[in-house]
């Protein structure tokens, strides 16, 4: 009885009655993951689009592949439907493959889950996987476990032409860093300056902002940039 109870609710023939539980069932399942994702994003801030795109998402993805079964579901066209199915969603979801944050692209890709159990009749499976996600991201957003080390960070630091920059900082860096890394150089200001990146990690205890005086001190006080590695978030400049 159990087992039943996760059939899929679609025949070959769809009825009206079932298509409209399925794509309601998506619209309301898509709001479910807009809560969570503005939740899951209230700190850090995020595109506003991405909360709408969340909602629409699972309906248009659930139609897709609702419309391939209209097309036939059966054993001699099983493959080039479901085809037809995942290559109207990769169509639909490909402009966001530029998409920097991998958080929005995890998100994203539930609505394309969700949508796709759901287009299939599913929809047990699809409340099931909904709650086992939403638990997941609750879970990790009240312990912070995605939360970056605020120790690991990149150093960026210009120094002007006429300054010979070999092993200058070194001694700061060993004093204050666990461990750091000269990651690149480049010219900037039509080769006036250099910019030099570091990959560094902060000692336990170590003051910001004398850590970044001490380097202005060699640097002829010119701009100093300290930033979490993993957003790029400016800490002091």
Same mark, same amino acid.
């Given at each position: 009885?159990?087992?039943?109870?996760?059939? =899929?609710?679609?025949?070959?023939?769809?009825? $009206? /009655?079932?298509?409209?539980?399925?794509?309601?069932?998506?619209?309301?399942?898509?709001? $479910?993951?807009? +809560?969570?994702?503005?939740?899951?994003?209230?700190?850090?801030?995020?595109?506003?689009?991405?909360?709408?795109?969340?909602? $629409?998402?699972?309906?248009?993805?659930? /139609?897709?592949?609702?419309?391939?079964?209209?097309?036939?579901?059966?054993?001699?066209?099983?493959?080039? =439907?479901?085809?037809?199915?995942?290559?109207?969603?990769?169509?639909?979801?490909?402009?966001?493959?530029?998409?920097?944050?991998?958080?929005?692209?995890?998100?994203?890709?539930?609505?394309? +889950?969700?949508?796709?159990?759901?287009?299939? /009749?599913? +929809?047990?499976?699809?409340?099931?996987?909904?709650?086992?996600?939403?638990?997941?991201?609750?879970?990790?957003?009240?312990?912070?476990?995605?939360?970056?080390?605020?120790?690991?960070? =990149?150093?960026?630091?210009?120094?002007?032409?006429?300054?010979?920059?070999?092993?200058?900082?070194?001694?700061?860096? =060993?004093?204050?860093?666990?461990?750091?890394?000269?990651?690149?150089?480049?010219?900037?200001?039509?080769?006036?300056?250099?910019?030099?990146?570091?990959?560094?990690?902060?000692?336990?205890?170590?003051?910001?902002?004398?850590?970044?005086?001490?380097?202005?001190?060699?640097?002829?006080?010119?701009?100093?940039?300290?930033?979490?590695?993993?957003?790029?978030?400016?800490?002091?400049?």
């Amino acid at each position: 009885m159990l087992l039943q109870a996760f059939d =899929t609710i679609l025949d070959t023939d769809l009825e $009206i /009655g079932t298509s409209i539980i399925c794509l309601g069932l998506s619209l309301v399942y898509g709001l $479910i993951l807009a +809560i969570i994702y503005k939740y899951f994003k209230r700190s850090s801030g995020y595109s506003t689009d991405i909360p709408l795109s969340l909602i $629409i998402y699972p309906v248009a993805i659930t /139609g897709i592949v609702m419309l391939s079964r209209v097309i036939g579901l059966n054993e001699s066209s099983t493959r080039t =439907t479901m085809a037809f199915g995942f290559a109207g969603v990769l169509a639909l979801t490909r402009f966001r493959s530029t998409q920097h944050d991998i958080s929005d692209l995890a998100f994203l890709s539930m609505t394309i +889950i969700l949508g796709f159990i759901n287009g299939l /009749g599913y +929809i047990l499976y699809a409340a099931l996987i909904l709650i086992i996600m939403a638990i997941a991201i609750i879970v990790v957003t009240i312990t912070k476990f995605n939360a970056p080390s605020i120790k690991e960070m =990149t150093l960026k630091i210009i120094v002007p032409e006429q300054l010979n920059f070999d092993n200058l900082f070194d001694d700061i860096l =060993t004093d204050s860093c666990k461990v750091y890394n000269l990651k690149s150089i480049k010219s900037t200001e039509f080769g006036t300056m250099f910019e030099l990146n570091y990959v560094i990690t902060l000692k336990n205890g170590i003051n910001q902002h004398e850590f970044i005086d001490k380097i202005r001190e060699r640097n002829g006080n010119l701009n100093v940039t300290l930033s979490i590695r993993r957003f790029n978030t400016q800490i002091v400049q």
